[in-house]
């Protein structure tokens, strides 16, 4: 059964591949990025191309994620499945991480928003 889904940092790497797969499983797709029409234009006309419906959301500004999933769910009706991808792949001694080192909040940021529309919110969540 098609499901409504929606992927955060999918501009590039596993976001990307995941928007791409999903799409071509006969899912609808909003691939959720930020500079949709800036730096990640290209990236955003090569899934528009595939069927891959495009949505401009920065998952570490409040704004643009309650804008990002307000314009999905005007759109689709509901979002069945969020993918919590967005973020920055770290590697070294974890303690040795700064607040600012790592993502870990900004991944719960869109399921906070896409739960503040309780009717029509993902059934599951998952993270990269
Ligand atoms: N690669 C691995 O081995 C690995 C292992 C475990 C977990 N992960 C996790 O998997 C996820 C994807 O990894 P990847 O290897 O595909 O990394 P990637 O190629 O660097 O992709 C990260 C994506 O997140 C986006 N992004 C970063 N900050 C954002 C923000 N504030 N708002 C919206 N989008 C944002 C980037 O978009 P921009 O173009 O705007 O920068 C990019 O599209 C990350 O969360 C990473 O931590 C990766």
């Keep these: 059964m098609s499901k409504t889904i929606l992927i955060t940092g999918a501009s590039s790497g596993f976001g990307r591949d995941t928007a791409e797969t999903l799409r071509r499983a006969g899912h609808t797709v909003y691939a959720s990025m930020r500079g949709a029409q800036g730096k990640n234009r290209e990236a955003a006309g090569a899934l528009r191309k595939l069927g891959v ?21 005007a759109e689709a009706g509901q979002i069945d499945v969020l993918v919590n991808n967005a973020g920055i792949a770290s590697a070294g001694v974890t303690e040795a991480f700064t607040a600012g080192t790592g993502d870990g909040d900004l991944r719960h940021e869109c399921h906070r928003a896409a739960s503040r529309h309780p009717r029509r919110a993902p059934l599951h969540a998952t993270e990269a």
């Design 53 to 73: 419906k495009t949505v401009e959301l920065d998952v570490s500004d409040d704004t643009s994620v309650e804008a990002g999933v307000r314009t999905v769910l």
